[in-house]
């Protein structure tokens, strides 16, 4: 089963996808469905790490900020 999504996007963004499907020899919505996987799937990992980290806070699994800063290179 498959729905129908529609959503408006500027002119410079649509003449982007047609030439990358006239270059792939592949029509929009094979790019748009690719896109819009390759997009949930990086935001389904980010906000999976931040309820892992806010359930590591919540059990108290914290660092000092100095240790942080060091690990990130920022002192």
Known sequence: MTTVISFRADDALARALDQLARATHRDRPYHLRQALA???????????????????????HLL????????????
Request: hydrophobic share 45%; charged share 25%; aromatic share 8%.
């Open 38 to 60: 390759q997009y949930l799937e990086r935001q389904s990992w980010h906000v999976a790490a931040i309820d892992e980290g806010l359930a590591d806070a919540n059990a108290g």
């Open 64 to 75: 000092p900020h100095a240790e942080i800063e060091a690990k990130w290179g920022l002192a």
